[in-house]
């Protein structure tokens, strides 16, 4: 698909967001695919996080009961990797937990992201701050996309977490670009976030240009401090903000991430991905189960989308 100029204005984003639901959803169909990408993952060393994210479960900041792991051999990787590409998977993200990868671990994520390369998929990684020289060496290992979400809006942003700021997620970003690495960049929604800072979070993903952003939605972790978050999102506004950012970013895939089997019914998952969704990570997530495979490929099926290749 060529590109597509659009600037909205943060008045007319919140003008959009606020119409009835249907003429909504019909403005982002206008940017929206007929084809759908498949992504995975695995959580290649999951939790003792040093950071202190108020969603997040692998954060040692929390008291919570999930199973951590140090990073995994690189048979598990391409083990994972392959399972992956037989669901329909043409991409494959090695994520960590962690403030970012240390001197010790990039030669061993280095190797995996070649190993990813190798069985046809295209290795994309999440796996932290990068600084320019490490970013040059994922690149020099052939690693196709990073993934580095800003999580919510600027202005939201010190609500979260206080022991790394926004501008450290957008340098990091900054250095992959400049290495000329693909750029997956997303948010959370549910967190507690106004509507006005969900118009500012599109906004600002629009200024990133990420190739992909994916979009999850708040799973409340007991033990977090958002354990009870359960009613800060309700499935319209989740709908109203996929659109919106999806108008504000008609050139990247916007992909369901984690949440969406709690946070969606059926029906508006469907309604997502027939109207501002085209995209999904497949499979379940770092923490969280997901939805099998075999049940996204159906429902493409029944909406008549195709499967990208």
């Keep these: 698909m060529s590109a597509i100029n659009t600037k909205y204005t943060d008045k007319e984003l919140l003008e959009l967001y606020n119409l009835p639901l249907e003429e909504l959803l019909n403005e982002a169909k206008k940017y929206n695919s007929d084809t759908v990408e498949f992504c995975s993952l695995i959580s290649a060393r999951t939790g003792k996080c040093s950071e202190s994210c108020k969603y997040c479960a692998q954060s ?10 140090p990073l995994v051999k690189i048979e598990d990787v391409i083990n994972t990797a392959n399972e992956a590409k037989k669901n329909g998977a043409t991409r494959f993200a090695i994520v960590t937990s962690g403030r970012g990868p240390s001197s010790a671990d990039m030669p061993v994520m280095c190797n995996m992201i070649k190993e990813i390369n190798k069985l046809g ?6 796996l932290g701050l990068l600084n320019k020289e490490k970013a040059q060496q994922f690149k020099e290992a052939g690693l196709v ?7 919510t809006s600027r202005s939201y942003h010190p609500s979260i977490t206080t022991t790394h ?12 670009k400049e290495a000329g690495i693909e750029i997956c960049s997303g948010v959370i929604i549910g967190m507690g976030e106004s509507i006005e800072q969900r118009i500012e979070m599109a906004q600002n993903l629009a200024e990133i240009q990420p190739n992909s952003i994916p979009v999850n939605f708040l799973t409340p972790i007991k033990g977090t401090p958002f354990e009870n978050y359960e009613d800060k999102i309700d499935e319209e506004n ?39 969704v085209n995209g999904i990570l497949i499979g379940n ?22 499967l990208y290749v």
């Design 121 to 126: 998929l295209k290795s994309c990684a999440s």
């Design 145 to 151: 996309r990073y993934h580095h979400n800003i999580n």
């Design 60 to 69: 040692s900041y929390y008291m919570t009961d999930i199973f951590t792991h």
């Design 285 to 306: 997530y770092l923490t969280t189960i997901g939805i099998e495979p075999d049940e996204d490929i159906k429902t493409l099926e029944k909406l008549g989308k195709k």
């Design 165 to 176: 700021t926004f501008e450290d997620r957008i340098n990091t970003i900054n250095n992959i």
């Design 238 to 276: 989740i709908l109203r903000t996929l659109s919106v950012i999806k108008i504000a970013n008609p050139n990247s895939v916007v992909r369901f991430a984690g949440g969406r089997k709690l946070r969606l019914s059926r029906e508006n998952m469907e309604k997502a991905l027939n109207y501002a």
